[in-house]
């Protein structure tokens, strides 16, 4: 089954979560601040973004510029990166799809059609 984690009141994770519903696909919804997406599930998002580390972190949120990680990303060795993103859901990009062959981040429905709704 695939895992979708969330923000509650995040406008792209209700249409993620939506068209899941309207295309009849199971699916176990997780508050990714509450339970941010495991080491092993960041890891397969990471390989499934070309180890770009960047994809991964929601560069527009508070958290994000607080820490000024737009400077020190490029610096963080992808342990560290991981680390930080399982420590805290707020800096993970949402919505995070992940389950058996599919890694997505960011909701774009042709990418989810052609990667979820596999024929």
Not at 37 to 43: D, I, K, N, Q, V
Not at 74 to 100: S, Y
């Amino acid at each position: 089954m695939l895992k979708i984690y969330t923000l509650s009141n995040c406008d792209t994770c209700r249409a993620a979560t939506k068209w899941l519903r309207a295309h009849a696909v199971a699916f176990e919804e997780r508050a990714i601040r509450e339970t941010p997406p495991s080491l092993a599930e960041l890891r397969t998002m990471l390989a499934a973004q070309g180890g770009e580390l960047w994809k991964l972190f929601n560069t527009s949120g508070r958290d994000y510029r607080e820490q000024k990680l737009g400077e020190k990303l490029p610096a963080l060795t992808p342990a560290a990166a991981l680390a930080l993103l399982g420590a805290n859901g707020n800096l993970v990009k949402r919505p995070f799809l992940v389950g058996e062959g599919v890694a997505l981040v960011g909701f774009d429905e042709a990418r989810w059609r052609a990667s979820v709704l596999r024929p």
